[in-house]
């Protein structure tokens, strides 16, 4: 059969190795940037009582979670387009906006579904280089013409952590042109920290129309494996995405899960707190290592071996240990390794564990 070749050239993960590629179980999991916390227990009560309706097709509108989300937001729930994780968001604005060759303006060193999505759709990708583990907002203005259709920001950035300030983000929303769609990855917004934070729901409600913002239920509110993420955005923008959406796309025990998060602040605060107590010690022992690890604001932390360290060494290592987190050659940042935030003790083992490979090598 024909295959398309921009779909053909994308690596398959039904082949890809598993997590550890390692005979050894994984008793820390650091490689997925989730909640060690778990779920709120509110949002797994409100699942729980809803097991015994699953035998019916969830709400396709999601008018319950999207009202619940839009006045969390104090936007409209128009506003508001609920899908099965925000990777899928990604994959349906890739579908909605690009034509063959149009040009995609991102980092190098991102999310890595954006190079696979825009590649999927043979879109020219212009991947500018981080500075400092952030996105250099002023080179991907600059690097916009007249074929560019979209500009993808993560904001905080996966796999780095580093965040891009209200000023400069500012700027580059003013500089890029209205028929340009900007999306804005915000996963990892809840950990945040630096006082001048971008906020762009207020762009929103002040009436941008060339904008997407995505949000996911995976990281601080612990749903990874229940599949829920949500762009937020014009109402007219939304409705076109939304006709590239399969129809009962977000499972029923994720829709009201979903509505009983929001309403458990004491999850979030917690797991904002575990996860900020685990960057300040991993600061610590990875500087006393003589490691520069990137400026963190997320519930994970990037850090650069010293040169001539094999970071795939370095996780078999871990992996052999069972401690799974990941080398980001394959994202375009050799030579640094990514470790998510576990349990305080999981933390602890990695870090010894880390300490002693590192003194062998
Ligand atoms: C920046 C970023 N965006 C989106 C996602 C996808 O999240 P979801 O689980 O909602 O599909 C991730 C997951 O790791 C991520 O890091």
């Not at 400069?168 to 915000?186: F, G, S, T």
């Not at 001048?196 to 002040?206: A, K, T």
């Not at 998060?261 to 960057?279: I, N």
């Not at 078999?316 to 940042?333: F, H, P, Q, S």
Request: some cysteine.
């Amino acid at each position: 059969m024909r295959q398309k070749p921009a779909i053909a050239a994308l690596r398959s993960m039904r082949s890809a190795p598993p997590a550890a590629a390692s005979a050894v179980p994984v008793v820390a999991r650091l490689s997925a940037n989730e909640n060690p916390l778990g779920p709120s227990p509110k949002a797994m009560a409100a699942a729980a009582a809803a097991i015994p309706t699953m035998h019916r097709y969830s709400d396709p509108n999601n008018t319950a979670l999207r009202t619940a989300l839009a006045a969390h937001f104090d936007l409209r729930p128009d506003m508001v387009l609920c899908a099965n994780g925000s990777d899928e968001l990604i994959l349906l604005i890739a579908l909605a906006y690009l034509e063959p060759g149009d040009e995609v303006v991102m980092a190098d060193g991102t999310f890595v579904s954006y190079v696979m999505r825009t590649g999927m759709m043979a879109a020219t990708q212009k991947k500018i280089p981080l500075r400092n583990g952030a996105h250099d907002l002023s080179a991907m203005a600059a690097a916009i013409t007249p074929k560019t259709r979209m500009v993808l920001i993560c904001n905080p950035n996966n796999p780095t952590g580093a965040t891009n300030g209200a000023a400069e983000m500012h700027q580059l929303l003013a500089a890029v042109p209205d028929d340009v769609l900007i999306v804005v990855d915000e996963a990892y917004i809840e950990y945040a920290t630096r006082a001048d934070f971008p906020d762009m729901i207020s762009e929103l409600r002040g009436g941008r129309a060339n904008m997407i913002v995505l949000r996911t239920y995976a990281k601080i509110y612990g749903m990874a494996g229940l599949r829920l993420g949500y762009a937020l955005g014009d109402p007219a923008v939304l409705d076109y995405l939304s006709k590239t959406r399969p129809v009962f796309d977000v499972n029923a025990l994720a829709a009201v899960a979903g509505i009983a998060a929001l309403s458990d602040t004491e999850h979030l605060e917690a797991s904002r707190a575990q996860a900020a107590e685990a960057r300040d010690l991993y600061v610590e022992r990875l500087t006393a290592l003589g490691l520069t690890p990137y400026p963190s604001e997320t519930n994970f932390i990037a850090v650069p071996l010293p040169a001539g360290v094999s970071d795939a060494a370095v996780v078999a290592a871990m992996a052999a240990r069972g401690i799974a987190i990941n080398a980001l050659g394959a994202w375009g940042l050799p030579g640094v390794l990514r470790i998510s935030f576990g349990t305080p003790a999981e933390n602890i083992l990695c870090l010894d564990a880390l300490r002693d490979i590192l003194a062998a090598q």
